[in-house]
């Protein structure tokens, strides 16, 4: 629904418009493969292998999640970069958690997004990242940044309500 | 047992804003299946004990 209404079209400037384009495109092709690894760290697992394939893409992700000049991109709700970051982070089948570099990069480059509720509406990031406040798993450290996070991201929502108040 | 719900204490939260942190966060729900493996685990684990 959110993709469809594109509630937040970027302004762009005419200069900008190819290399933005590129960004985009790069973006929808590591969701892609974002997603594929998913499903091959699944896989493995369930064959009793090792689960690689995500860490092996993980500098790619964390590169983009962390070039502040693109964050328009990456937080864009309609390219939904941060809904495959969710499928990151989710616990696989068998309920263990991604790999600890895995949680401990993308929740530091999570930390210093400016993510507002319309992308986490739209990527659902939320839920898992509440997930891990409850998991007895995650180590102390990942723990506290996924509190931080909740707690920063509800701030805006329960602010609306402090101000129907007054 | 774990607690369900919401990530902070609901109290005099109106409706809309409890909508807008269960469509942000989830109703507990999403991943209780995980949570409920590493439970089983954990007895799992004291049984052995």
Redesign the interface.
């Known amino acids: 629904d959110n993709a469809l209404k594109n509630p937040t079209k970027r302004r762009r400037k005419k200069d900008d418009i190819d290399l933005e384009d590129e960004i985009d495109d790069q973006i929808a092709n590591l969701k892609v493969a974002m997603e594929k690894a998913c499903l091959a760290d699944n896989e493995a697992r369930e064959k009793g292998m090792a689960a690689t394939h995500k860490l092996k893409l993980l500098p790619q992700v964390t590169a983009l999640l962390n070039r502040t000049s693109i964050q328009d991109s990456v937080l864009d709700p309609e390219t939904n970069l941060l809904q495959s970051v969710k499928y990151f982070l989710e616990p696989l089948n068998d309920g263990s958690l991604p790999a600890y570099n895995i949680q401990r990069d993308i929740f530091n480059a999570l930390a210093k997004l400016p993510i507002n509720k319309e992308v986490l509406l739209s990527s659902g990031i939320g839920k898992v990242v509440y997930f891990y406040t409850r998991s007895k798993r995650p180590e102390p450290s990942i723990k506290r940044i996924a509190e931080r996070l909740v707690g920063e991201w509800s701030r805006p929502v329960l602010k609306r309500t402090d101000d129907y108040k007054k | 047992p774990?607690d369900k719900g919401l990530?902070?204490d609901a109290t005099?939260?109106?409706k809309?804003?409890l909508d807008?942190?269960e469509?942000?966060?989830?109703t507990?729900e999403?991943?209780a299946?995980?949570?409920e493996?590493?439970e089983d685990?954990?007895l799992h684990e004291h049984e052995e004990q």
């Open positions: 774990r990530a902070v005099g939260l109106d809309d804003a807008d942190m469509a942000i966060f989830g507990g999403d991943y299946w995980a949570l493996l590493e685990e954990e």
